[in-house]
């Protein structure tokens, strides 16, 4: 049976010359030399590092946009693509296999340039004892373009089969083996690793999610400080971003992060003297209401095309007003919270927050620091773990039957705040028991969230009609907003007939049950 089909790289020594190699020894097999050529790649990946993670890279090259198979470096997909912008969207490349393909992996993250690298490549056909091809050899130069230079980073020599001949090849791999010696690189995935070390990228850098492995028996204080920490590298990270306009997620993990500190700050006491905790608080909500209008901009922009397909054909051409209206809106935002984030206040807020974690970090028994601050880690996680799950119970059970907007915003913001609390403590407890009492969790949350989304976005569209008593008429814009009004209306209420059910899967033995596993742990 064939070996799996599998492109094989070496990297030879210093001073390898291929044309000495190939006639220097007698191979199995006879190299017909095809071609030289030079090619410039230019690879993309999301802030993330999605695509790399999926095994998979992005490229311009010769005026095409390639996905590539990072083991193999085998193109998959291609489409002619004349610009090498600094970054794109999926959902700006024409409707195709390679766009759905992109979209897929980066979800609504932008692909943003992460090094260019210029190849030089001989090739060379290789047949066997009855003159037939059996595969290819590559010999290839990579080198990084960084201001205009040239950089040499890897030389490899790749063996690639043809379909049927993996055997073949594989046994002339093992001659090379013998001839070579040295180091060998197994896969395209290597290189791709050596060119951006190279162009000092650091691949997975960057995560939204926060997983620190927090010990136990430290006191809660030490654990919070670093958490809230880890939740000011992410907003950090981000903040830079947000007025480069590149895609909405750097706005979505900032807030989501301000969130989690907020959340923890008012939750989980003894961390600071009451003082310091409502000036923190005050601080980190005033940085989350000040991108609300931003975000929501976002939101509305992001379901334009659902909308347009929500409305009939007579109606999806006037909501255009609309939507124009809301990009002007935001990009006011947009420069409005950019400037914020540039402000010495906020500079200084967030220099001072810094600080202060730190000092804890350094040293959580310095000062005076509170009774609370200083039990154990897990006890206290435990603790708030078991509130916010009893909350989140009472108040869904405590819902009538036809639940009001208002009741199941609040269940949603207790699911919110019971989510935070399993995720930042997460590293404490076993995964086979944290992980399914999570997915249960989210089940509802995402109930919840849709319901209020809708509940959300009729509000704001019928604000807009309001505000249209003013201006001159257009009855179309008015028709095709209220016609989303109804529409919208009927999902909630699917939404909220769906509650019930939704939350009787969440509240039942089998999760009462891993809960219990996870407080006993």
């Known amino acids: 049976m064939d070996v799996a089909l599998k492109t094989i790289y070496f990297k030879p020594g210093e001073g390898f010359d291929i044309e000495s190699f190939l006639n220097s020894s007698a191979f199995p097999v006879r190299f ?17 590092w999605q695509f790399f993670n999926q095994g998979l890279a992005v490229a311009i090259t010769g005026r095409r946009l390639v996905l590539l198979d990072l083991q193999s470096g085998i193109e998959r997909l291609s489409i002619p693509f ?8 999926p959902a700006t490349l024409t409707p195709g296999a390679l766009r759905t393909e992109l979209e897929t992996t980066a979800g609504l993250r932008a692909l943003l340039r992460r090094c260019t690298v210029d190849t030089e490549v001989f090739r060379a056909r290789i047949l066997d004892s009855e003159e037939k091809t059996i595969g290819f050899l590559l010999w290839e130069c990579f080198a990084l373009i960084r201001k205009g230079e040239k950089e040499p980073v890897i030389r490899t020599l790749a063996l690639k089969p043809l379909k049927g001949f993996q055997n073949e090849i594989r046994d002339l791999a093992r001659h090379f083996e013998d001839l070579l010696g040295g180091e060998c690189v197994s896969e395209f995935r290597d290189i791709f690793t050596m060119l951006m070390e190279t162009a000092g990228r650091r691949i997975n850098d960057y995560s939204a999610k926060i997983t620190l492995a927090l010990r136990p028996g430290d006191p809660v204080r030490k654990s919070v400080a670093a958490l809230l920490l880890a939740a000011l590298g992410v907003m950090k990270r981000n903040e830079g971003w947000i007025g480069m306009d590149v895609d909405t997620e750097f706005l979505h993990d900032y807030r989501v992060a301000v969130r989690r500190t907020r959340s923890v700050i008012s939750r989980i006491g003894g961390i600071f003297d009451p003082e310091t905790t409502e000036t923190c608080s005050r601080a980190f909500r005033e940085a989350g209401n000040r991108c609300n209008a931003f975000r929501d901009s976002d939101v509305y922009l992001l379901m334009e095309s659902e909308y347009r397909a929500m ?4 109606l999806a051409g006037h909501i255009d007003p609309f939507f124009r209206d809301l990009r002007a809106a935001r990009t006011s935002e947009r420069r409005r919270f950019s400037a914020y984030l540039r402000s010495k206040t906020y500079s200084g807020m967030i220099a001072g927050w810094e600080r202060l ?7 959580p028994y310095g000062g005076t620091p509170p009774a609370a601050g200083l039990e154990p880690t897990l006890s206290v996680a435990k603790k708030h773990i078991e509130k916010a799950w009893k909350k989140v119970v009472r108040h869904g059970r405590a819902i009538p039957s036809e639940a009001s907007d208002d009741e199941l915003h609040m269940l949603r913001i207790d699911c919110k705040r019971l989510r935070y609390l399993l995720e930042l403590f997460s590293s404490l407890f076993p995964d086979k028991t944290i992980g399914p009492v999570v997915r249960h969790l989210k089940e509802l949350q995402e109930n919840l969230g849709m319901f209020v989304d809708l509940a959300v976005q009729q509000r704001y569209l019928l604000t807009c009609l309001e505000g249209m008593k003013g201006k001159p008429p257009n009855p179309e814009l008015a028709a095709a907003l209220g016609g989303l009004v109804s529409l919208l209306h009927l999902r909630q209420e699917k939404a909220r007939k769906a509650f019930h059910h939704t939350f009787r899967l969440f509240d039942n033995d089998e999760t ?10």
Do not use: C
């Open 311 to 314: 409305l009939p054909l007579s």
């Open 357 to 363: 974690l730190e000092e804890v970090l350094d040293n």
């Open 32 to 48: 017909r030399p095809e071609q030289r050529r030079k090619e410039r790649r230019i690879f993309y990946d999301t802030f993330e």
């Open 82 to 89: 004349l610009s090498t912008p600094g970054h794109f969207l």
């Open 512 to 521: 009462g049950t891993l809960f219990r596993e996870l407080l006993n742990s």
